[in-house]
């Protein structure tokens, strides 16, 4: 079978993640257990998990023309991940994600750097590619009005778009009916959507709910697809893995529910 084409216009960071026993209070200092740099960034987790799952990846973003740039480019291109569409500029850092992680939550402070720098008018360039894929997925990571232009070229298209709404911003309510998928978690949901808009939105709208599982709208009834049961060790990208994988699934044809199973499954794994 031909591999899927899945392209994900977004983010690409690298964390900077300090384990500790306790989060310090304001003015406070308290000793770190660990410490990693990682390469992360929604757009670039998404794209990693869609790769890893046997899919045909490109990734649209930018990075800056710096040490942690040219490592994020590595990454992806060891991962198989087209990276023609990422290019390097001078005038920023790469973004940087600031990651505390304590009793297996965590905190995190995004600079998005270089992410900003994805504009509308970097990604038009790219516009035959993004309507020929299978899915096209984006997050909240670069600027909001070019998530509103790729949905706006997709609609026009009819080409599947995921709309990973993290971090939480609102747009126009008559974005999110254009697009194929929503997937926020519970307190995105809660911030964007009150229960009218739920309902208008219906089968569009999958809630990821942690080891709650996933909810998603069915004959126009809301179920639940179970979590996996696992030893939590770290949830930072879990999201991320699932919104990659979701994507794989359906450009697989698979149905909704056998989707998420799938992605839920990849989520628990990461």
């Not at 960071?13 to 310090?24: C, G, Q, R």
């Not at 309902?199 to 080891?211: C, F, H, P, Q």
Request: hydrophobic share 40%; charged share 20%.
């Amino acid at each position: 079978m031909e591999k899927p084409m899945i392209t994900v216009i977004g983010s690409l960071n690298m964390d900077l993640v300090v384990e500790t026993n306790v989060f310090p209070n304001e003015g406070e200092t308290v000793l770190g257990e660990n410490f990693q740099t990682k390469p992360g960034g929604k757009g670039a987790n998404q794209a990693v998990a869609a790769a890893r799952l046997g899919a045909n990846v490109h990734m649209i973003g930018k990075v800056g023309d710096d040490e942690n740039g040219h490592a994020l480019l590595n990454v992806l291109k060891n991962e198989g991940i087209s990276t023609e569409m990422v290019e390097k500029v001078a005038h920023v850092n790469t973004g940087v994600a600031n990651i505390t992680i304590c009793n297996r939550n965590n905190r995190i402070i995004v600079v998005p750097g270089a992410n900003n720098d994805v504009t509308p008018e970097y990604v038009k360039q790219f516009a035959d590619k993004i309507v020929e894929s299978d899915f096209v997925v984006v997050q909240f990571e670069t600027p909001i009005e070019t998530i509103l232009y790729v949905i706006d070229l997709c609609k026009k298209h009819n080409t599947p778009i995921i709309v990973n709404p993290a971090p939480a911003q609102e747009i126009p309510v008559s974005y999110w009916e254009k697009v194929t998928y929503i997937t926020p978690n519970e307190s995105e949901a809660a911030f964007l959507f009150d229960e009218e808009m739920k309902a208008k939105l219906d089968e569009k709208l999958i809630i990821t709910m942690g080891d709650e599982g996933v909810s998603y709208v069915d004959n126009n009834v809301r179920k639940i697809v179970p979590a996996h049961s696992v030893q939590v060790v770290d949830t930072t990208g879990a999201g991320d893995t699932f919104n990659g994988a979701f994507a794989v699934a359906l450009a697989e044809k698979m149905d909704i529910h056998t989707a998420i199973k799938f992605a839920n499954a990849a989520s628990a794994l990461s």
